[in-house]
């Protein structure tokens, strides 16, 4: 990998971090008792953990490869 493509590498990271930041600071209130995305429930910790959270682990992992 040569200096351009670490770079390059680098900002993307940078901006993936940036963008889970503020869309955590984005979902505040209360979570989804059921995932958006699924149905599945959502487990109580994931609940607790993530105010606001409208989507189960997977799902939100989905949403961010894609974005």
């Known amino acids: 990998m040569d200096e351009g493509q670490f770079e390059q590498a680098q900002r993307l990271q940078e901006d993936q971090?940036?963008?889970?930041?503020?869309?955590?600071?984005?979902?505040?209130?209360?979570?989804?008792?059921?995932?958006?995305g699924c149905g599945v429930p959502i487990p109580q910790a994931r609940r607790l953990a993530v105010p606001g959270c409208q989507f189960c682990v997977d799902c939100q992992s989905l949403l961010e490869r894609v974005r």
């Open 17 to 36: 971090v940036e963008q889970a930041i503020a869309s955590r600071v984005q979902y505040q209130g209360e979570s989804a008792e059921y995932c958006d």
